[in-house]
């Protein structure tokens, strides 16, 4: 079975290294560079998954529902905890 806080804690690290921070001070990244980045790539089998695990414990936060490549590139996620 996948170990989902470990994903997620993956997912944070991931966040910080390809973000920036916003306005608030909070790191942000855009969905589409997540999902383009080669070494995210080969961490998570299932990114989108993750991100809605990460989001349901209100580790992250993002637009919408469901992230697809392509249409929401342009989303940013954003990191709510350090």
């Given at each position: 079975?996948?170990?989902?806080?470990?994903?997620?804690?993956?997912?944070?690290e991931e966040i910080r290294r390809l973000g920036t921070k916003n306005a608030d001070g909070q790191v942000s990244v855009?969905?589409?560079?997540?999902?383009?980045?080669?070494?995210?790539a080969n961490l998570f089998e299932a990114l989108v998954g993750t991100l809605k695990a990460a989001k349901r414990r209100k580790i992250i936060t993002y637009q919408g529902e469901l992230?697809?490549?392509g249409v929401h590139d342009n989303v940013d996620i954003v990191l709510l905890q350090d």
């Open positions: 079975t996948m170990n989902v806080e470990h994903e997620i804690s993956l997912l944070v855009k969905f589409g560079v997540l999902f383009a980045d080669e070494k995210c992230l697809l490549q």
